[in-house]
């Protein structure tokens, strides 16, 4: 500011440059919000959709497997390490999970209930993991119907999603 020019009092030019300064600002914070939505459906390099419907696939198939006595197709959905907590405690690996299942629901070679899922929510924790939340349906097999709620963490994979960890009840 000039030392000659009284506090308070703007030259017309001042007030013009002030006024385009404003213009900008407003421009960029548009811009800075449309990008900022424009990333909404992204956290890194999850893909909302297209990844939440991976997952989504990946119980349809287990289901579907469970169904029609595939215990192998159901247990696909994991990953190697996988650690599941049921009543039991903490299973490690797909061979512990097996073991739980052959105990429990497998208990004579085949499911003793058809398996559905609802409720199924899918949300990105990062670029290659998220977390499905739902739950699980157990019905037939001349048996009181059973219902529990689930808790998976899932990863991306060169075999697609799959779990790495799953707390049902």
């Known amino acids: 500011m000039d030392s000659y020019r009284p506090v308070g009092h703007q030259s017309e030019v001042d007030r013009r440059a002030i006024m ?24 890194g390099g999850f893909r909302s959709s297209s990844d939440a419907a991976a997952i989504k696939a990946v119980f349809d198939t287990t289901a579907a497997g469970w169904n029609r006595g595939e215990l192998p197709v159901y247990l696909s959905a994991y990953v190697d390490t996988a ?20 105990a429990g629901f497998w208990r004579t070679g085949r499911p003793l209930q058809n398996l559905s899922y609802d409720h199924l929510e899918i949300r990105p924790i990062g670029p290659d ?9 157990l019905t037939g097999g001349g048996r009181p119907d059973r219902t529990g709620w689930f808790t998976t963490i899932w990863v991306r994979t060169p075999r697609g999603w799959r779990m790495v960890q799953d707390h049902s009840s």
């Open 83 to 102: 650690t599941a907590m049921g009543s039991t405690g903490l299973v490690r690996g797909v061979s512990g999970i097996e073991g739980q299942m052959r």
């Open 129 to 137: 993991q998220a977390i499905a939340t739902g739950q699980y349906i």
């Open 20 to 43: 385009q300064m404003r213009r900008m600002l407003g421009v960029v914070m548009v811009s800075m919000l449309a990008a900022c939505a424009g990333q909404m459906g992204t956290i």
